[in-house]
């Protein structure tokens, strides 16, 4: 079965600080992995896939299949940031999506 | 254009009642998702259409609830009869197949049921 894992339930950084939204997941193949975020008053949507190796408002997530890791990276954290981020899964195009229970994130300034 | 469209956007009932939520999704999208989000948790699928067909319902509680996709647009998701425990938001999604697939799921905003 696969799963999804979001070790952080709330995380805070200061304005200009590093961020890491760190994102496990337990599957024996090669999955597609993504990242949604929900802004507060706003829909679920989605950030980036990690198929498209894009960066999207300077977050960027690289797919560890050693660690089965799929990190959301930031070297220069906003205040527009803080959202909620949820981690996603799916063993193939077509296949359901799996997500994980999610990451607040909040940005001080 | 609107996106993918929700109703109702709340909803309180008793324990016991019936309750019915629709979703229309984005003009030719063929797959339709339902998901389940609890507070504090993250969106678990309740049922995927392709079209008309439920192509996977595995996670939908058969006892109680019920979907269906007439024509392969609009979709309703009920539940009867409500237990406290469906208090919960309600999400609808909805996303291309084939080629297409990029795996991008487009939500709406969501029902919110309340059951007291």
């Known amino acids: 079965a696969q799963r999804v894992t979001q070790p952080e339930k709330l995380l805070s950084v200061f304005k200009g600080a590093p961020v890491e939204l760190k994102c496990n997941y337990s599957y024996s193949g090669s999955p597609e992995l993504f990242w949604y975020v929900q802004y507060s008053r706003q829909r679920l949507q989605l950030l980036l896939r990690?198929?498209s190796r894009e960066s999207i408002k300077g977050f960027t997530a690289d797919l560890n299949k050693g660690e089965t890791s799929f990190h959301l990276k930031k070297p220069f954290a906003q205040e527009e940031d803080s959202a909620m981020y949820y981690c996603?899964?799916?063993?193939?195009?077509?296949?359901?999506?799996?997500f994980g229970e999610g990451t607040q994130l909040t940005v001080n300034p | 254009e609107a996106g993918v469209v929700q109703s109702p956007r709340y909803k309180i009932i008793e324990k016991k009642q019936p309750v019915a939520f629709w979703c229309n999704p984005i003009s030719g999208h063929n797959t339709l998702y339902w998901y389940l989000q609890n507070l504090g948790q993250g969106p678990e699928l309740l049922i995927r259409y392709e079209n008309e067909e439920a192509v996977d319902d595995s996670q939908l509680p058969k006892d109680r609830f019920s979907a269906e996709r007439l024509k392969g647009v609009d979709s309703t998701l009920k539940i009867q009869p409500a237990e406290l425990g469906d208090s919960a938001v309600y999400l609808c999604a909805s996303s291309l197949r084939g080629a297409a697939d990029t795996g991008e799921l487009f939500f709406g905003e969501g029902s919110r049921l309340t059951v007291l």
């Open positions: 996603a899964l799916r063993r193939t195009s077509g296949s359901r999506l799996t």
């Open positions: 990690h198929i």
